[in-house]
């Protein structure tokens, strides 16, 4: 049997992600510390640093450690050069956020529409024209774009096409290939992934319960999809199409969904169908303002409301019961409007969950709203955006 070794290439990129990696979750901290947490020696560190430093990823602070002897410099991410782009395609319209290199937000827009009756490639030619108001604006701040990442709530492929996202009528839209064309910045690459699994990202990095390592987000907004963390890791199957619990059949003979199916969560408790069943007329132009109105009402407890909002809850809580029974999550985030509408959908989920989980106490599963209901899934596309300087490929 023949055994590769790692060259050295291979080698400095894995430390240089070791080091951004501490620096990450311990900033400010010494060259001394970072190499006492890594195992790496002490040269291997300043070697490290001192690129970091070069190409401003890194910078000293005038802070010190107190201790006894010579005081130590501490070293902090440093993101004035690089930023990342981080868009959302929802039912409630387009999001763009910016980071840059340190986690820090420096732009956040939203701006309504297009509907799904306009198509793709409307919706394409509005992307981009957003995504190039983003790129102006980082680069006006000084910064570099490192790259550009979609959320879309559908079944997103390896090479950034939309199989299916019913909940904005797609079908086999090429989005990541003519986004990158209409913007026509090689410079810049351009990703495209599931909504949901950019949101559950986030949570995994800054949310209330950063680090657990068997985490799940549920989103409703368009399509209802899952974003899951299994042992620490992003689950994305054989082909990348996990987390589809929107089109599991709850009732065969139920409401008709968008993918042609009768009886889907996705029908019976997203956020459209709700809004349906509570006498609004879905509007794009509106829909931000239709949920304002739906929470309150359900705040003045109308009859009619919490109805609607306690049978949505029940059909989410054995949906998230399908999911607990095969994954054993210790929590699930619920995500976007559904972390708005928590309070009036947690009873019947709790329920619900209880009821239809095989193991003990929903398997010391707990059902928690996000903290940043808006912004979960841009948040995580800026992060993924982020990945190659995470591997320890620093840009060129």
């Not at 970091?52 to 005081?71: A, I, K, S, Y």
């Not at 990348?240 to 029908?267: F, M, N, Q, S, T």
């Not at 708005?340 to 059902?367: N, S």
Request: include cysteine; charged fraction near 20%.
């Amino acid at each position: 049997m023949i055994t590769q070794t790692a060259d050295h290439t291979d080698i400095r990129a894995i430390n240089l992600a070791a080091v951004l990696a501490h620096l990450r979750r311990e900033a400010p901290c010494s060259r001394a510390a970072i190499a006492s947490a890594t195992g790496l020696n002490k040269a291997t560190v300043t070697s490290i640093v001192g690129e970091l430093l070069d190409r401003r990823l890194v910078r000293e602070t005038q802070q010190t450690q107190n201790h006894v002897g010579r005081p130590a410099t501490l070293l902090v991410l440093d993101g004035s050069a690089y930023a990342t782009i981080g868009l959302e395609v929802s039912a409630r319209g387009l999001t763009a956020l910016g980071c840059d290199a340190a986690g820090e937000q420096v732009l956040r827009w939203h701006r309504a529409g297009p509907g799904p009756d306009a198509g793709p490639a409307k919706a394409i030619a509005a992307i981009a024209a957003l995504a190039r108001r983003a790129i102006a604006s980082v680069q006006s701040s000084g910064r570099r774009v490192l790259g550009i990442t979609v959320g879309v709530p559908g079944l997103v492929n390896r090479d950034g096409a939309v199989v299916l996202a019913a909940g904005l009528g797609w079908r086999d839209v090429p989005l990541g290939s003519e986004l990158a064309a209409a913007l026509g910045r090689p410079d810049i690459p351009v990703t495209v992934d599931n909504d949901a699994s950019l949101g559950v990202l986030a949570e995994h990095l800054y949310g209330e319960y950063a680090g657990t390592p068997n985490l799940i987000q549920l989103t409703g907004d368009t399509g209802v999809g899952a974003g899951i963390i299994v042992d620490g890791r992003p689950l994305q199957g054989h082909l990348g199409y996990v987390g589809e619990i929107g089109h599991l059949r709850l009732i065969p003979d139920g409401p008709l969904c968008a993918c042609g199916r009768r009886g889907c969560l996705e029908a019976l408790a997203g956020v459209p169908a709700i809004l349906a069943r509570v006498g609004a007329t879905v509007d794009e132009e509106d829909s931000q303002r239709q949920l304002e109105g739906l929470m309150r009402r359900a705040d003045n407890r109308e009859a009619d409301v919490i109805g609607v909002l306690t049978e949505a809850g029940t059909h989410l809580g054995h949906g998230i019961a399908a999911l607990v029974n095969v994954l054993n999550p210790e929590v699930v985030v619920l995500g976007g409007a559904y972390a708005l509408l928590a309070e009036h959908l947690a009873p019947a989920v709790d329920k619900a969950l209880r009821e239809a989980t095989i193991a003990p106490d929903a398997g010391g599963c707990t059902v928690v709203p996000s903290s940043f209901p808006h912004t979960a899934t841009p948040l995580g596309a800026t992060a993924q955006a982020l990945t190659p300087l995470t591997s320890g490929r620093l840009p060129g």
